[in-house]
């Protein structure tokens, strides 16, 4: 499956109907500001192993709130 880009309202409605949210910045990031009930999953970790942690049978949803 490809990625698809969504919006603000999307991804509330994928969250709240059961969407893991999972950030792929570095961690000492997500430390300091990430969304409510996001998972840290830093890109340059992203494994096969790390993302064990993920349940197959609910949606993804990736973000990345790099301000530069």
Request: charged share 30%; hydrophobic share 40%; glycine share 4%.
């Amino acid at each position: 499956m490809m990625p698809t880009p969504i919006q603000r309202d999307d991804v509330r409605q994928l969250v709240a109907a059961g969407a893991q949210l999972v950030e792929v910045l570095p961690r000492e990031e997500f430390e300091r500001e990430h969304l409510p009930g996001a998972i840290s999953l830093p890109l340059e970790e992203l494994r096969r192993e790390t993302a064990g942690c993920l349940r197959r049978e609910r949606p993804v949803v990736v973000y990345c709130a790099d301000a530069t």
